[in-house]
Structure formats: C-alpha cells, structure tokens
C-alpha cells in the first residue's frame, strides 16, 4: 500500500533544464513476438520483458508507480492474457499496485490504445490504481483483500439469468492477506462452490515496507487455503511451464483454485531483486516511488540486451527501445514536510509518555522508524491489519498505556470505521494518527486520496479531530493529544511536501478551539484548515485584493472543537462566509462549521459558500487534479466574486 | 446478531392488567452451592443451573435478550468463574449476545451487586451487550469478530512496561467466525506469541436465524485454527471433567489455545435445545427476544425441578425461587412496522426486475424470508460477512443486475464503510437497506443502535439516502431506487412497532426532494425525517401550540437530496429552523440541512437549532432512553422555546 511521494527522478534531474531521456519499445515490437512463429512459452519470455522494459517506462515518467511487484507478476498475467483469457473471462488484481505492469501488456495487446503508456497517473490517462473507467479494468482495486469476494460477485452475477461460462482470475499480494476481508471471503464459497475463480497469489515474500515473515507471517499459506476449502498449488511463478499447467488444471475441478507463486519481487531487474538484498537491509526499496535516472538507466541496458539476446536467439529482429525526452516534474522548491516532523515528535514523546505505536506495514510512509528503533518494545507491526490494529489499540488504552494507531488515512479510517466506533464507545484515549490525507498526492488515484475521512471520524463520540498546518503545529497536535486530551484525537497529515509563506511556516502555537487570521479582511470571510489550501487562500486573497475585495483568512487546526465565541470575533463584520477544504464539502467542515455558526447566530445576514471536493477525485499530477476540481486559487475566486456579488 | 424486536412475553400479557409472576433463585441459594463441600464439578453443575434459571428471569423480564447462547455457553463460563480467573485474568464473550448469562454469574458471585438482576436492559442497569461501564465487563462487545484483537491488546498492555502475568479468556460464537476480522487477529500472534490468550469457541450450531453450516459453513474450524498457527482442542463444552482438563493444558503451551467447545444452544430446557428442533423446522426460535408466558413457565419448572433434584442427591437444601410481580411492558398500540412492508415491497418488484439480494444471516429481522422462499436463486446468503456481501454486491451491479444489501443500519454501514466506498468509485448501483436504524429500540445498548449510519454514507459519491416515515413509503423508496435511481442509494428503516397518527399513517407520495408539511404553522419550522421523530414532532407543536407558538412541521425522507426551492416555499416567513433527529446532529441531518440551507440564502436572519443524539445512546426501555437524551416532546419543546424567546 506504500506511496513514498519521492520525486526521485525528478530530483535526480532537477538541474537539467532540458528535460531527460526516457525509452520504450513501441507496439510494433510487441507484435513481431506476438506474431513470431515460436513457442507459447518463448512468446511469453519475451514478451513479459518488453513489457517490463516499458512499465520502467511508465513508472519513470510518471514519478511514481509500484515496479516491485509488477515485476514479480509479469511472467503469470503476461501467460493469462496471451494464453488464457476468452472474452467473457475477467483477470483483475486485488491489491491493484502492480497497475502499471497490467497496463504495459494491455497497451501492447491494443486493450489499451497504446499511447496511454505515457499517461501514466495523469488525468485522463492510466490512474495510480484500476479504476474501471479505464477499458479492461474490470473493477477497482487499491483497497486490499476485497479481490475473492469481487471475483464471486461476477460470477454469481453472470449466472443469475444466463449462463454465461464466464471465469475470473484474480492476482493477489502475499501480504495482503493479512486483510481480514480475504479470509471472510473465502468463507462462503463452502455453500456455493465454483471452480470459475481462480486466485494467484503473487507470493514475493515483501510487503510495503518489507519481508512479510517479518511483519506478520502468513504461516502455512496451503494449509490455511486448504482449510477455508480450497484447492492449492504451489509453484515457481516464474517458470512458464509450471504457470502453464497449473492454470490449466482448473478445468477438472469442483472447487476454487488457489495458486501460490514464488515470485521474486522486482524480477527482472537484478538489483532490484528482493533477493539481491543484503542481509543488513532491512527495508525494499523498489516497492513504491520510482527509481533515480541512475536506476532507470542501469536497469534499461538489464532488460533490453536480455531481449536483444533472447531475441536473436529467437530469430527475431527487434527495433532497439525509442527514445523520449521529458520534462522533469517540478517539486516545490524549499518544501515543508509533515511526516519528518512527526517522527520526530512521537519520539521526544514517548521519553516520558507511556506510548505504545502501532503501524499497518507503512513504517517508511509515516515516519515510525526511528521510534520502532528507539523503542522496539513499544512498537507493535500489525501488518495490513487495519481492524486489528485499531481493536488491539482500545484494549492496550484500558491497560492505561497511549496507544498511537498509524496509517494512511483512508485505510485507517473506513476500514476501521466499526473498530474505532467500539474504542470510542469505551473508556479509554487513543490516538489516532492519519497520514496521505486529502486529495494531494493525486497520482494514486481515488483508492488513496482520503477525501472522506472526517465523515467517519465525525461520527465517534468523543473525538477531536485536528489538522496541523505546518510542522511545528505536527508536533503541538501530537502533543496535545499525548499529554491534555484526556479523550480520543485524530491526526490528520498531508503527506506531500508543501509550498508554504513565511507567515504560515513560522505558527507555532496551538490555542484550543482557536487558529489564526492569516490575512486581516473585511469583505469576506475563508475559514480552511491544513497546509495546502491555507497556502492557495493567501493566493485567492491577492486575486480578490485586485478585484477590490478583502479576503479574511482564518486557518484553523480544530476541525471540529471550534471556540465559536474566539470565531465570533474574527469574522468581525464580514459580509461573507466561506469554507475552503481539502474533504467532500457535505459532510466535512463546510456544513459542520456553518451548522454551528448558525446556531450560534453568527451567520445573520451572511452569506456562505462551502468549497471542496464534490465528486469522486481524479487521479494525476497534483495542479492539474486541482484544476479538474476548481480547486486552483484563480478558480475559488472566481467562485467567491460571483457569490458575494450575486 | 439478531434483535428481533417482539414484545413477546408482554404480548402475552398484555390483557391482564395486574402484571405477570416471574421468579428467581436469590443470592443465597448461590452463596450455599459456592459453599458447600462437594466436588468442583457438581458445584459447577448447579451453580449453572441456578444460573440458567435467572438467565431467563432476566430475559422475561426485559422483554428481549439471548437466550439460546446464555445457555449454550453457562457450563464453560461457570468454569472459568468459579476455578479459572485470578484477579488480574480477564474474562469476556466476544459475541457479546450472551451477556444475560454472564450477569447471572457475575451477580451471583458480587462482581455485581445481586440486585442488578432486575435491571436487564434498563438505563443505569445491565446494558443488552457488554459496556465497561459495567464493573465486571473489561471491553464493549456486540459487534462481532473483535474479541481476539482485545485479548492481544490487553495482553500486550499489560507486559509493555510490568510483567502482570495476566490471562485473557475470550468466548467466541460460531456464526462469529465467518467475520473476517477474527481470521486477520490470528494472523499476528505468529510474529508475538503468548499462551496468555485463550480462546474457547461456543460452537452451537445454530448462529441468528439457523444452522452455520446452512448460513455458511466453517468447515474444519480445527484445521483453520491449526493453519493460522494456534494450538486446538474440541471438546464437549457440557462436560466439565473436559473442559477442566483442556484449560488446564494452556499452561504447558507456547502457543494461544483454541479450544472448539461443542455445545448445545438453548441448553438446560429441553424444548430450547436446537438438537430438538425437528428436520422441518428452518428457524430457531430463542436466539434472541424473550420467549411467551407458557415457554417460560415451562422453562422454569424443568430447571427448578433438576436444581431440586441434584441439590437434594447432593445434601444441599435450596429454597424455591423467589416470585416477583412485574409490570408488561407496553406495546404501541395498532403500532404501523416497515418491516413487513418492506418484505412484500422486494418480493413485488423482483417479479419484473432483476434483483439480487443479499443478507448477512438476519433474514428474520429484515423480512427477505419470502424472497428467500419465492427466489431462491436470487438469493445470496453471505452469513456474518458484511465486507464480504458488499463486495460482491458491486460486481453483481457490474453484471448487469441490481443488487439490494441488507443487515442491520448499525453493521452494515461502518462495517463494510470501505467496501461500499469502493463501490461508490465504481460503475453500476448497489441499494442498501440497514434496518435496526436509529436511538430504538434502546434494549440491545450502543452496539446496535445506528445512529452514526449517515456519518459513512454521506461521504459516498452518487449515494442517495432516503428513511421513509411510514410503510407506503417503504414500498415507493425501494420502487424508485430500483425503478428510477440510476446511482445507488441507502434505505434507512425503522425495526420497531412505531406509533403513527392519521396524517402519517396516509401520507403514500415520495416525490424527489421534497417531504410532507404535517402541520403548517407560521413561527418555527421543525424540520425531520422517520416515523419515531415525525410523530413525536405532532406532540411538540401541541405544547408549543399551548405556549401560544405555531410550530410548522416539515418531515421528509429525502435525507441528503432535499430540494431547496420546495424547502423554501414551506418554511416560508417561519422565524427559526429547527432539525429533529434520529442520529447524531454533529454529522447528520442537522449539519447538512442548515448548511445547504445557509447557502442558498434560506436562514437570514433566522435562527437555528439542531436536535437530536449528542453522546453515545445509552440502553435502557425506548421511553427512558429517549428521556435521558432529552428527546421526549416535553423536553424538545421546553428547548424551541428557550431558544425562541432568547
């Protein structure tokens, strides 16, 4: 589930101005294997490199991508999709990362229109994770472990009112069978048996962060399918002959079929090979983000002279990779970043707290590390075990100890959504603390944009949620939280490094119930929250300075203890009320905030407008998703001017 | 799960007004069988007999409760009470159902205070499911699968900074088990093992509405628990010599202990044993609500006669149990249910739409045993697996079908949150029906009552969410989202018997975005939504009518797509806005209405006032639930006219 928001490449490049060399093999290539007069089995070798030379491709363009276990799949769905699939039949991967992998042999199979491998996490190109907008994507993934039951739903589905002889096969992680919801799905397959699901489970033995014996072992993965009633192989997943048969030997049974493929992750590539780690290492490195231009070009001259070889060897003549320069993505320059300043905080904590931190396999996104270091027997790796993390965390609260529950926002929040009600319901303060939140980063797509978190947490009595909006205040949150909140908190981190002004970057207090006015106005009122959209207020506030407006800015970590009678005051006599968010407007800070000025009769004869996100969010760079949104600073005043004149 | 919402036991009764005699075994009795020189064993026997017996008191008494579990697990729990837990152990049930049986131990034994036994679903009394307000119970229970996530939490809490050498004893259900949650908290004992947890399972055989291996088998659970690591025994869990000895043996182990417990639901009267249910019979009939008058004195007299029995042989004179008048509980009168609406509302439209419908093992409490019976192959029964259910829900969408998702409000919402999200993100619609919604009834405590359900589905893009007020509306809400919503939508029912007056009763239009004016008024529109708060509206603008206020009442169903312009002209020059709900205000209806309502210029210079649930709902008889909430008519209205005048 990993998304290190690296810019590697684009870093690695940031100097040259005159953008860098990237290469793929175009399609034609492809189809002279495809067409090739040779084995089923050389055809898949080959074919199977050429698209992993252009998933490299794609992953490098778009700065982002997951190469590890795109890789270690290759040489299974590459075998599914030339030998295997009929037109009613589905394949689809349930943890959805090794997109970039399924895209690189659709493109090449015209599945795709082939010029889509330069779109990669672009708008309107090939999103982060499937989305089923995109034609072959059957259904969307990203979320772990919901595959078994999505494979059941098609094929009950089909079989309703006709019979339709359809098959699904489904790609799996190892490690994201630590999400319970995979093993509930297996369940019901007793009392309707089908051998049309077939699971593969891409078995590369490293999870996000790293080996999953190490996070939370999966034990005996045969005997585990076997007693949930299932049919088991185990095999090389990289040996075609073996993927050959095994996939082959569905046809003459009764019940569903799981494969189990040793995959090696990052195959193909042999210093990204997890097995060319040392033992010393402890963590992968090509599970997430993309590979400095360094990388990419070693591993570039890897993949294509294996293919220039095989390929001679074949009889077989291929035009060598083209060749593409890029414009290297821009990050913003003198960035502030969240996540450093919240390892370091929970550390200095924990020296006189009685802090226990549990992480869900994400200990390189949110910044656990040198605390898992520091304090091994206080740290609790749960795997991607949301559920479990979130029920072990209330009980550890009843033993009097601070438990601090880490993951990605969207994971933690809705996937828990019951478990955190039931801590809530208890005696007993956790912590709760949600990294990659809001629509930014946009490049993994809507799986991993948590846009809606608020709409659970609001509903948990006895939780404050607070958004810092700068790193000092990550720390006075983190704090606050530890050491005076006798109740629940839910953090809420933007993980992207962020643009900030000299104001915005130098807050550092946290006053309860209260934030701070950025910006002095008497027009109009713009109450926002966190780091991102308290940077494009102050740009709206210069563009409505120019249309004879003045904009006050209040920016406000609390998202929902707000000190209405501190509120009251620095609104002043605006005329205006407007709320600018990073979350669904309906049922975030828009409608919360207003309902409670209402109530305390702070809107008479105000005006209001609430703007957020209001729809799904689009995957792609971070400016052009924000654009798509009407989220640019030029775009919401211009929604401001025409309301307040209106 | 199941929390069938008869009044059974006061219907029984309801025509004699002298109330009705029910009996019990004091302390006394208990304290003579603790102290008595006789065997471990026969101490045990006895004491959970006596046990049983004031199980049932408790149950008829309340009106509502587990029987069926209470008894299957009494033998185990004895045991573990009377020979097992040092002070610093912690005993709890998972499940949670059988909370009836375990407060008659507990008040047996001064854990807590005897006479708590008359005070079952009682506010200040023992709530329906375990809260830990309750001394004596360790950890909130009643949503399934979390009971060894809590072990790990206490166990690891315990040990973070003291060594308290303290054990954790879990009692899981077997319908339990099909949660995916319980399969992703073994995974991680693997990485962190202790023999400080263990787990017994009460494998009954029969989980809410019948057989676990009908609803979805477990298979060979010994081969599950084996697969994922644990140490297993299978025993007879009504044989004490053998469940002494296999909790024994935990103490020599490395590993957690599961010891799968045969057992007989309804044990200890012979007519409420399922092994007497006979091959025809499909449903059990004492998993939950209170059984009739007749029931329970037969019930009593063949525990009482077996006390007597097996006290006498053992030289323990017993005196009989003490009677005791209770007052019936009182049923609404002519009282309108939804669900029986709703029932015959699917099994009409399924004739000429392709529907599909799904149930979580609550097909008595949501009315799809028709469909069941009239389509069975459009019937999916997904067993305790709401993830799981929803999932498949959306790729049956993506086939072309419609597929209609039931279970209670309370799970189905927060449990399956990310799963329907991710529907949300994709193609094809997916109707909701979470019944149980709301405050009421308050008996089962906060584990079941929804009213946080809003809080999830209103983050979902293109949901519409729609609570009919009365059983027409039942009907045209599911016609118009299976007939006319091309988007999903969530249907949000009402379980109880509910009083209705004339106007109510007749309303038969759901016209999109709009609602019903039930009393046109000139001062104050109050604005709801549901049958319980639109008729208890009628009695507030009667008082408020008395204190010279005229009270517009605007009920609609259409929770999150209200039209303006209707809303507009039927507040019409009313001075204040009041919202009236069955939920949390904080994210409900309140939030939402007042800000859509401020945005479109329909509050200047009004006042507002949102109404409705602000902590958690406590448990207790629906009357005095609603009293403590300050949501009865006098109480609502004494605050209108605070606010009015003020």
Redesign the interface.
């Known amino acids: 589930m990993g998304e290190q928001t690296s810019y590697s490449l684009s870093e690695a490049v940031s100097e040259n101005t005159s953008g860098i060399e990237l290469s793929y093999y175009t399609q034609s290539e492809f189809n002279k294997v495809t067409q090739a007069s040779i084995s089923k089995k050389d055809k898949a070798i080959l074919f199977a490199d050429l698209a992993r030379y252009n998933t490299l491709y794609m992953i490098a363009k778009a700065g982002s991508g997951h190469l590890g276990s795109s890789f270690s799949s290759m040489d299974i769905v590459t075998w599914i999709y030339l030998n295997i699939l009929k037109e009613s039949d589905r394949y689809f991967s349930s943890k959805g990362h090794d997109a970039p992998g399924l895209y690189s042999i659709q493109t090449a199979l015209n599945i795709l229109p082939f010029e889509k491998i330069h779109q990669l996490r672009r708008l309107n190109g090939l999103t982060g994770h499937p989305?089923?907008?995109t034609p072959g994507s059957?259904?969307?993934t990203g979320?772990l472990?919901?595959g078994v039951?999505?494979?059941?739903?098609?094929i009950?589905?089909?079989n309703?009112?006709n019979e339709k002889n359809s098959e699904v096969f489904v790609l799996t992680g190892d490690g994201e069978l630590?999400?319970?919801?995979?093993?509930?799905?297996l369940?019901?397959l007793?009392?309707?048996p089908t051998n049309r699901i077939t699971v593969i489970v891409d078995h590369n033995k490293i999870q996000s962060d790293t080996y999953v014996k190490?996070?939370?072992?999966?034990?005996?993965l045969e005997?585990?399918f076997?007693?949930?009633?299932w049919d088991v192989l185990k095999i090389d997943g990289h040996d075609i002959d073996i993927i050959d048969s095994s996939l082959a030997s569905r046809k003459d049974r009764t019940k569903p079929l799981a494969i189990i493929a040793d995959t090696i992750k990052g195959k193909g590539v042999s210093f990204m090979e997890h097995t060319s780690m040392d033992s010393e290492q402890e963590y992968y490195a090509y599970h997430s983000g993309a590979p400095n231009l360094e990388e990419y070009n070693k591993a570039c001259k890897e993949i294509s002279s294996r293919i220039e070889t095989f390929s001679n060897s074949l009889g077989i003549s291929l035009d060598s990779a083209a060749n593409i320069v890029i414009e290297p993505i821009s990050a913003p320059k003198n960035a502030e970043k969240m996540i450093p300043a919240y390892a370091e905080a929970i550390l200095n904590l924990a020296e006189k707290n009685?802090i226990?931190a549990l992480d869900a396999d994400l200990v390189l996104d949110t910044g656990l590390i040198p605390f898992k270091d520091k304090f091994p027997?206080?740290f609790?790796?749960?795997?991607i075990?949301e559920?479990?993390m979130?029920?072990?965390?209330?009980?550890?609260?009843?033993?009097?100890?601070i438990?601090i529950v880490h993951s990605f926002a969207c994971?933690l929040v809705?996937?828990a959504?019951?478990?955190i009600?039931?801590n809530?319901?208890?005696?007993g303060k956790v912590i709760y603390v949600g990294s990659l939140a809001g629509i930014l980063p946009a490049g993994p797509g809507?799986?991993h944009q948590s846009v809606?978190d608020?709409?659970?947490m609001?509903?948990?009595?006895g939780m404050t949620i607070i958004e810092p909006v700068n790193a000092n205040q990550v720390a006075l949150a983190l704090k606050w939280a530890v050491e005076n909140n006798s109740e629940s908190t839910y953090i809420r981190l933007t993980s992207i490094p962020f643009q900030q002004t000299e104001l915005l970057h130098s807050i550092d207090t946290l006053d309860h119930g209260k934030g701070e006015v950025l910006n002095p106005g008497k027009d109009i009122t713009l109450i926002t929250y966190g780091p991102i959209f308290s940077f494009i207020a102050g740009e709206v506030a210069e563009i409505l300075k120019n249309n004879d407006i003045s904009l006050n800015i209040i920016s406000t970590p609390w998202i929902?203890k707000i000190d209405l009678g501190w509120l009251e005051e620095v609104i002043g006599e605006t005329k205006m009320i407007v709320t600018l968010e990073n979350h669904?407007t309906?049922?975030g800070v828009?409608?919360?905030y207003?309902?409670?000025m209402?109530?305390a009769?702070l809107?008479?004869?105000k005006?209001?407008?609430?703007i957020g996100i209001e729809?799904?969010p689009q995957c792609g760079r971070n400016e052009e998703v924000l654009e798509y949104h009407g989220l640019t600073a030029k775009q919401i005043a211009e929604r401001i001017i025409i309301k307040f004149n209106g």
């Open positions: 989305d089923v907008h059957h259904t969307n979320s472990g919901m039951s999505k494979a059941k739903g098609f009950y589905g089909d309703f009112f630590q999400e319970g919801h995979f093993w509930e799905s369940v019901s007793a009392n309707r190490d996070v939370s072992d999966l034990g005996d005997a585990k076997k007693a949930f009633g009685n226990v027997d206080r609790i790796e749960c795997g075990a559920q479990d979130v029920s072990q965390a209330g009980t550890i609260a009843l033993t009097g100890l438990p994971f809705t996937r959504a019951e478990q009600y039931n809530a319901s208890q005696k809507h799986s809606r608020f709409t659970c609001l509903g948990m009595p929902n669904y309906e049922s828009g409608s919360l207003i309902a409670n209402a109530s009769g809107l008479m004869n005006k209001t407008l609430n729809e799904l």
